[in-house]
């Protein structure tokens, strides 16, 4: 290592340890109690941590968070904080508390991206090593980053000069010829980009359509490094290998999360106007220095319609990178005419930040990414793309400040030292973010877990009820939802027992376990668990009295035998028989829309070790003329009998044998079809649907069964 490498080595060293404390202060000085976030969103990131330490200790499958059990994939539920895992469990390893190692690995991701913005700002963008150290600080303590401490996952927008990094040495060794290095660096990009999407996916869709928007006008308008992408045209296998790992390393990614999204629903575009920044909420007036704060919110309230974005910008770092687009467009036709790639690339990130903008504050600008980007309906608030804007916005401002001091040094070198010297001290006082969410108690944390017993070796999987004390819940809306939710989610995260309890940004899609203090939470549970054969093994656990209890007092839907129940809009509780594959409740009936509809209820204990007969009233949809269809009645994976229903509505019947309920009167059918459709396909209705039986009525009675 040369003198300048080592220079640059302990100056980067000395700024990222000092950013990263400033920061982290209030937690350095309070001892690490109290941490970022509070008893909410910070322990679900903290629980999903949890859960890659179990992974990575070979105690878990990657896809399966231990909430929301049973459903699969549910890791897709939210982001999934994949890189974050890694630093979390090497930490867990060496014995640091949940509550704390998960703070240090935000401590780590805030170092990695100072570190990688100085690389950055010296190799990509030419700064000389002030600004480009004055950059990375500023990065690291920005304020609309610490105003969003309850989500630790958008840190990760730490990675972004990371990545720019790694592409940036591709292309670099694809222009000089170094086809295995320039491979080399694209694979790493291509990997580190794919991870990234599976531990925040807001940050890392939120940078690839920045570099989309970027890429756009640098090739189309500016047409930077026109060599480069010779050089890589004419060797394609660097890039091509690249590409294919990229495409093969988000698989992973695609198979747990695009389901979800079905599953849960997406995003509709309407559901982001309430989350749209306005083109004022660029601008931050609480990360303002205190002698301009008060005339600023004054001067912002004649516009401002609402409060103020907490993702803006300090407005002196706003000014400056307003300017730097101003400098870098002007630049552009000298950039062009001289064939400079400096000037190109300006030119490039000045208006790719200018469309981003534009998209994001102007609700026709993000329609039309809406319509055109794919994921773009897996985001909701559209206003954390500022937080990503931070690295160009920074990177302008730094132009500014570069232009500045040539422009004065002419003149005077002492004035333009002193000007940027202030300047510099103004950017970095005014990043003070006035109001950090740090409500996070860590000793509280650590006693709720301290103080749960060792669940019963017969439970397989838990629900909760009552309250923490150590994390009381306010009479809100929010925490009736949450607060027992995440103290379940954490439990079982940190003990390895599954919990049906759970809360996140898509949640299944009959989860219902809000409000526990409900009269008709149990009621729920005991759905729950009857729907997804839960019955046996699910205990309860009482988080005020810290009690496991082997037999909660659940309460199922059953029937009445000897009585005939409707399936009609009459009769709302006659849903809670349809398990798995049915619509919704219509005036006469249900329609399955699959080809496997489970059917599930709880007998009586007068039915239980006796043969069952079973009647189901309905009709199939069928193309006109065709003979009534076969319907497979299947009963613990065995075929029971064969029932057959046509267009007119009949009551078939099928014997159901003793030994199909088990001991608990747990009773599960399915029906099995072999095709569906749709009344637009049979022209009846303007329907697309695809429909099989529609049934009316359901008779459990003992006995064998008479004629059909």
């Not at 079905?262 to 609480?286: C, M, Q, T, W």
């Not at 003793?658 to 459709?677: F, Q, Y």
Request: with cysteine; net charge positive; proline share 6%.
């Amino acid at each position: 290592m040369d003198k300048s490498s080592f220079r640059d080595f302990i100056a980067i060293l000395l700024v990222t340890v000092i950013s990263v404390a400033e920061f982290f202060n209030v937690q350095i000085a309070n001892g690490f109690t109290m941490l970022f976030g509070d008893q909410n969103d910070a322990v679900i990131g903290i629980s999903i941590l949890e859960h890659w330490r179990a992974v990575f200790d070979g105690n878990a499958v990657w896809n399966r968070v231990s909430y929301f059990y049973p459903y699969p994939d549910s890791l897709g539920y939210n982001d999934g904080l994949l890189l974050y895992g890694i630093p979390y469990t090497l930490g867990r390893w060496q014995g640091l508390d949940p509550f704390l190692c998960a703070e240090i690995v935000s401590m780590v991701v805030r170092a990695i991206g100072c570190i990688a913005f100085f690389i950055m700002a010296r190799a990509v963008f030419g700064f000389r090593l002030g600004l480009a150290l004055l950059g990375a600080a500023l990065f690291t303590v920005a304020g609309n980053a610490a105003v969003q401490g309850n989500h630790a996952q958008l840190f990760s927008v730490s990675f972004i000069p990371l990545l720019v990094v790694l592409v940036y040495r591709a292309i670099q060794a694809a222009r000089i010829g170094k086809r295995a290095r320039g491979a080399a660096w694209g694979v790493a990009a291509a990997l580190f980009f794919d991870s990234w999407m599976l531990t925040s996916f807001y940050t890392a869709w939120f940078t690839a359509l920045l570099l989309l928007l970027t890429a756009i006008p640098g090739l189309l308008v500016t047409l930077p490094w026109r060599g480069s992408w010779r050089a890589i045209v004419a060797d394609r296998w660097p890039a091509a290998l690249a590409a294919g790992v990229a495409v093969l390393g988000i698989v992973p990614f695609l198979l747990v999360y695009v389901p979800k999204l079905k599953e849960s629903g997406a995003h509709r575009f309407v559901d982001v106007r309430d989350y749209a920044p306005r083109l004022v909420d660029l601008i931050n007036p609480r990360l303002a220095d205190g002698a301009v704060q008060k005339p600023l919110h004054w001067l912002l309230s004649f516009y401002a319609t609402k409060n103020v974005d907490p993702n803006g910008f300090a407005p002196l770092l706003l000014a400056l990178a307003a300017i730097g687009v101003l400098l870098a467009l002007i630049e552009l036709p000298r950039s062009r005419r001289v064939g400079s790639v400096s000037g190109r690339l300006w030119s490039a990130l000045a208006l790719g930040t200018l469309a981003a903008v534009l998209a994001v504050t102007h609700m026709q600008g993000w329609r039309v990414v809406y319509a055109l980007v794919p994921g773009a309906n897996g985001i909701r608030d559209i206003s954390r793309f500022f937080l990503v804007l931070s690295v160009p916005i920074i990177l302008l401002a730094l132009l500014t400040l570069q232009s500045i001091d040539q422009w004065v040094s002419r003149r005077n070198l002492v004035a333009a030292r002193v000007l940027c010297a202030l300047l510099s001290i103004g950017l970095l006082v005014e990043e003070k973010a006035t109001s950090v969410p740090i409500a996070l108690d860590r000793r509280a944390g650590l006693q709720l877990l301290d103080s749960i017993p060792p669940a019963p070796r017969a439970c397989r999987a838990f629900f909760v009820t009552g309250h923490s004390p150590e994390f009381p819940t306010r009479n809100s809306a929010s925490d009736r939802i949450y607060r027992h939710n995440v103290d379940a989610m954490l439990i079982s995260a940190v003990d390895g027992l599954p919990t049906i309890n759970g809360f996140s940004t898509f949640n299944p899609p009959d989860w219902q376990f809000a409000d526990v203090d409900d009269r008709d939470y149990i009621d729920r549970v005991g759905l729950y668990a009857l729907r997804h054969h839960l019955v046996s093994g699910l205990c309860a656990l009482n988080l005020s009295a810290r009690h496991w209890d082997l037999t909660p007092s659940l309460r199922f839907p059953g029937p009445t035998l000897n009585q005939t129940i409707q399936f009609d809009a009459k009769t709302p509780l006659a849903h809670d028989f349809l398990v798995e594959g049915w619509g919704e409740q219509e005036p006469e009936g249900v329609w399955s829309i699959a080809r496997h509809a489970v059917i599930a209820t709880k007998l009586p204990l007068t039915a239980i070790g006796r043969p069952l007969t079973v009647a189901i009233g309905g009709s199939a949809l069928l193309p006109s003329g065709q003979p009534p269809v076969p319907f497979s009645v299947v009963i613990n994976g065995q075929l029971i009998d064969t029932l057959h229903f046509g267009p007119t509505s009949t009551v078939q019947t099928f014997r159901v044998p003793k030994s199909a309920v088990d001991a608990e009167g747990m009773l599960t059918i399915t029906l099995r079809e072999g095709a569906l459709h749709t009344p637009r396909e049979l022209r009846i209705a303007p329907d697309d649907r695809l429909l099989g039986l529609f049934i009316r009525t359901i008779r459990f009675d003992p006995g064998d069964a008479g004629q059909r």
